[in-house]
């Protein structure tokens, strides 16, 4: 489950940019519960974890701020620089009001072995459902 969802919702190196970094990014409370649950099976101690609210800057960015921290249990001093996305007011956003918290971005410190160990299982699962249905790529 950690794997897919990491391989849908966080970042994946590039053939020409290698980076081998673990960051997942979600608005959804239940992902981010999942994939930290993940996480602790894993056995990815919360103290190698690091977390950044994105968020517009009309919004509460301290009722956001606030409602992530304690959502994954964590104090504010696990918590980088939160990054605003400056408002264009041409768009017109329907992410607003007091449930509009942004996303919550979760590091995980000194995680290229384990970005190793989810793009290694990832391809592992492709490779397998190819096998399965017959159709094998290259």
Same mark, same amino acid.
């Given at each position: 489950?950690?794997?897919?969802? %990491?391989?849908?919702?966080?970042?994946?190196?590039?053939? %020409?940019?290698?980076? &081998?970094?673990?960051?997942?990014?979600?608005?959804?409370?239940?992902?981010?519960?999942?994939?930290?649950?993940?996480?602790?099976?894993?056995?990815?101690?919360?103290?190698?974890?690091?977390?950044?609210?994105?968020?517009? &800057?009309?919004?509460?960015?301290?009722?956001? &701020?606030? %409602?992530?921290? &304690?959502?994954?249990?964590?104090?504010?001093?696990?918590?980088?620089?939160?990054?605003? @996305? @400056?408002?264009?007011?041409?768009?017109?956003? @329907?992410?607003?009001?007091?449930?509009?918290?942004?996303?919550?971005?979760?590091?995980?410190?000194?995680?290229?072995? /384990?970005?190793?160990?989810?793009?290694?299982?990832?391809?592992?699962?492709? /490779?397998?459902?190819?096998?399965?249905?017959?159709?094998?790529?290259?």
């Amino acid at each position: 489950m950690g794997v897919s969802l %990491y391989w849908a919702e966080g970042s994946k190196d590039k053939p %020409y940019d290698r980076r &081998e970094n673990v960051t997942f990014v979600n608005s959804d409370p239940g992902m981010i519960q999942v994939f930290l649950a993940w996480l602790d099976l894993i056995d990815i101690a919360r103290e190698r974890l690091r977390y950044c609210v994105m968020i517009h &800057e009309n919004a509460d960015v301290a009722a956001a &701020e606030r %409602y992530w921290a &304690e959502l994954v249990g964590a104090d504010r001093s696990a918590f980088n620089k939160t990054t605003l @996305k @400056k408002h264009n007011p041409k768009t017109v956003r @329907k992410n607003t009001g007091e449930t509009y918290r942004g996303c919550l971005v979760i590091k995980v410190l000194k995680g290229a072995d /384990l970005y190793r160990r989810i793009e290694g299982s990832w391809y592992g699962i492709v /490779l397998g459902a190819a096998r399965h249905s017959g159709q094998m790529s290259g």
